[in-house]
């Protein structure tokens, strides 16, 4: 899955369509990923049909119960972190990685064993991105009012454990050497996504969303 910092990065450039509250869309895009904090599998949370880490989320089968609800910025968010997941496993993922195996001269190698070397990865990656994006984080340093949802594939009440969670990433982010991607890699899968989710959104015909 994309990095959360991705998901935000998509978030914020969307949010330039839909002008919607930041704080809150930036928390409904990471409040999937809470699955994985709370020891759950990511099956519910993710609308998987299957229980396979190479599983694109169901965006049907989320717009189905949903759909109605996406003129709220949490909702919205969960859905553009849907979107952007189906996506990155769809179309970019395992290109890096063939691109990976070739420089490396690997051959047979997994998505499962590459899933530590993305994750160090997006670490490297998050200042830059941070930068880029401008990306204002106080979301995950100073109060902040939690919205209710409908949604009930996880747990409203333990979204302050995916909040610390990112507080510590983002702290934790480094300048360091990259493996698998590069800026340049991530930068070109978010600015392509963002115009995918724009896209996407506006086909559904919500009032939110204005045509280009």
């Known amino acids: 899955m994309a990095s959360a910092i991705i998901h935000i990065c998509i978030a914020k450039e969307v949010n330039k369509i839909l002008g919607m509250d ?19 599998s ?21 717009l189905s119960k949903y759909r109605t609800e996406l003129n709220k910025p949490f909702e ?16 970019y993922i395992y290109e890096y990685i063939k691109r990976y195996a070739i420089e490396n001269d690997k051959k047979d190698l997994t998505y499962s064993a590459l899933k ?5 990865d997006y670490t490297n990656i998050n200042i830059d ?12 340093y100073e109060v902040f009012k939690y ?25 934790n982010s480094k300048e360091e050497k990259t493996f698998l991607f590069d ?5 070109k899968f978010i600015d392509e996504t963002v115009k995918y989710v ?6 559904l015909g919500l009032n939110k969303v204005p045509p280009k």
């Open 42 to 62: 990511k099956e519910i949370s993710h609308f998987l049909d299957h229980s396979h880490e190479d599983d694109i989320p169901n965006i049907d089968r989320f």
């Open 147 to 171: 919205p209710s949802s409908k949604i009930t594939e996880i747990p409203m009440d333990k979204l302050p454990i995916i909040v610390e969670k990112m507080g510590i990433i983002i702290s």
């Open 116 to 120: 530590q070397l993305m994750y160090d």
């Open 183 to 187: 800026t340049y890699d991530i930068v």
């Open 198 to 203: 724009i896209r996407d959104i506006q086909m």
């Open 76 to 91: 919205m968010g969960y859905f553009i972190h849907l979107l952007t997941d189906k996506y990155w496993i769809r179309d």
């Open 129 to 140: 991105l941070i930068d880029k994006y401008g990306l204002a984080l106080d979301l995950f």
């Open 22 to 40: 930041e704080k809150t869309l930036f928390l409904g895009t990471i409040a999937p990923d809470i699955s994985k904090e709370i020891g759950q």
